[in-house]
């Protein structure tokens, strides 16, 4: 079955970059996900990568995909303290259920 | 513009009785899903449903009922309420193609569950 393992913290200085790391274990074609959950709120989904892509980039965010090693990571450029949240990730198999999988989710703390 | 929504946002109650949280959405998505997010567990699946008349359970379902009447709601109902299950609980939905969003979920925004 699918397993989906993120570290639990990171705590970056306002302005540097955030790499968040992620690791999967489906050997399948899959949808990879970032979400971000602000405080209070539900978790809204930043952008996803399908398993034939290795790299996309939207604005501050790119996201890196090693199909061999099965790492995800999300890179946030010029880390504002609004990105203060937590980040989870999560993968689908295409062609398999509807249900993704989640990791645990990682607090990505911005300090001045 | 399309939306998912919740209620109540914050609920108190007592060990024992029934409660029922509600889910809306305006997406026309015919996948549903509620969780519950806890610290130290991250999300967990409570039930699912994949149309009208469709549930399904997940991994943490007992204790939890759902049903599913129409295409824009699917209630949770806490059957005798226990303090076990004091969490957050968040209703999600999803498309059943890919198109440009991977069948996203889009979830509520949330239902804080006090059990006394």
């Known amino acids: 079955g699918e397993d989906v393992e993120q570290s639990l913290f990171l705590s970056v200085r306002e302005g540097d970059s955030s790499v968040i790391n992620c690791t999967y274990t489906d050997s399948s074609s899959t949808y990879l996900y970032w979400y971000k959950q602000e405080p209070g709120a539900g978790l809204q989904l930043l952008t996803y990568?399908?398993?034939?892509?290795d790299m996309k980039q939207d604005q501050r965010l790119t996201v890196l995909l090693n199909k061999k090693d099965k790492h995800l990571s999300l890179r946030i450029a010029d880390t504002q303290t609004g990105d203060s949240a937590i980040y989870f990730c999560a993968e689908r198999p295409s062609g398999g259920s509807y249900i993704p999988t989640f990791g645990r989710g990682t607090s990505l703390i911005v300090h001045p | 513009d399309a939306e998912i929504t919740q209620s109540p946002r914050h609920k108190i109650t007592e060990t024992g009785r029934q409660v029922t949280l509600a889910c809306h959405q305006t997406w026309n998505h015919n996948n549903m899903f509620w969780y519950r997010q806890d610290l130290g567990h991250g999300l967990r699946l409570i039930h699912y449903s994949y149309g009208v008349h469709d549930t399904n359970k997940g991994e943490v379902s007992d204790g939890y009922s759902v049903s599913r009447s129409n295409t824009e709601d699917l209630p949770l109902t806490l059957e005798s309420a226990a303090s076990s299950q004091t969490s957050v609980y968040f209703c999600?939905?999803?498309?059943?193609?890919?198109?440009?969003?991977?069948?996203?979920?889009?979830f509520g925004p949330g239902t804080r569950l006090t059990v006394l």
């Open positions: 990568i399908f398993s034939n892509m």
């Open positions: 999600a939905s999803s498309g059943q193609t890919a198109g440009t969003s991977g069948s996203q979920q889009f």
